[in-house]
T-cell receptor, first 117, second 113 residues
Framework: DTAVSQTPKYLVTQMGNDKSIKCEQN?????MYWYKQDSKKFLKIMFS???????INETVPNRFSPKSPDKAHLNLHINSLELGDSAVYFC????????????????FGPGTRLLVL | AQSVTQPDIHITVSEGASLELRCNYS??????LFWYVQSPGQGLQLLLK??????LVQGIKGFEAEFKRSQSSFNLRKPSVHWSDAAEYFC???????????FGTGTRLTIIP
């Protein structure tokens, strides 16, 4: 069974369109994340949600809006797509902290490759 | 702010040879350090992590890494690489109370026969 899944795997669209990427985890984790990997493979966090509440928002344009209907899902909606949005978007999740001393491991999905034409 | 530097963009090694990938971090307190691997067209998989304790940590697939506070380094090593190790390797840092992972720019590993 896939632990963290994303749909679609590939997304090709025109500039100006609105699109969504879905993420689901079946690990029972409380925290979910979206990362963007650019063409140079640089990975940067965009958002983090804990129990459906936004906890990290890394100065991402407000064209990007994450939505967490429940703690197993974190979807990413992008309005008015631009050429620079072309990238691979990774979803990740992590379990609740079992101890205040440690950060739990993040488990990544396979990525969604977005190409804006 | 925390940051990670991976000075080697691309490394090529022969199959069976030893490997060391470099990672330097910048953070004031004790960092939490991670190595992830990304195979072509795939997501990221955790190889190993360091939080505290023994500075030499063992991971999956025969990898190990050593935390050296004096050098602000967390280099990844493997005594003998296999062709299947060809991938992109990312070092990442976080800290206590902060869920955010900051990644380095990655090192691409090529294995030659």
């Amino acid at each position: 069974d896939t632990a963290v899944s994303q749909t679609p795997k590939y997304l090709v669209t025109q500039m100006g369109n609105d699109k969504s990427i879905k993420c689901e985890q079946n690990l029972g984790h409380d925290t979910m994340y979206w990362y963007k990997q650019d063409s140079k493979k640089f990975l940067k966090i965009m958002f983090s949600y804990n129990n459906k509440e936004l906890i990290i928002n890394e100065t991402v344009p407000n064209r990007f809006s994450p939505k967490s209907p429940d703690k197993a899902h974190l979807n990413l909606h992008i309005n008015s797509l631009e050429l620079g949005d072309s990238a691979v978007y990774f979803c990740a999740s992590s379990p609740p902290r079992t101890s205040g001393l440690y950060q739990e491991t993040q488990y990544f999905g396979p990525g969604t490759r977005l190409l804006v034409l | 702010a925390q940051s990670v530097t991976q000075p080697d963009i691309h490394i090529t090694v022969s199959e069976g040879a030893s490997l060391e990938l470099r990672c330097n971090y910048s953070y004031g307190a004790t960092p939490y350090l991670f190595w992830y691997v990304q195979s072509p067209g795939q997501g990221l998989q955790l190889l190993l992590k360091y939080f505290s304790g023994d500075t030499l940590v063992q991971g999956i697939k025969g990898f190990e890494a050593e935390f050296k506070r004096s050098q602000s380094s967390f280099n990844l090593r493997k005594p003998s690489v296999h062709w299947s190790d060809a991938a992109e390797y990312f070092c990442a840092v976080s800290n206590f109370g902060n869920e955010k992972l900051t990644f380095g720019t990655g090192t691409r590993l090529t294995i030659i026969p």
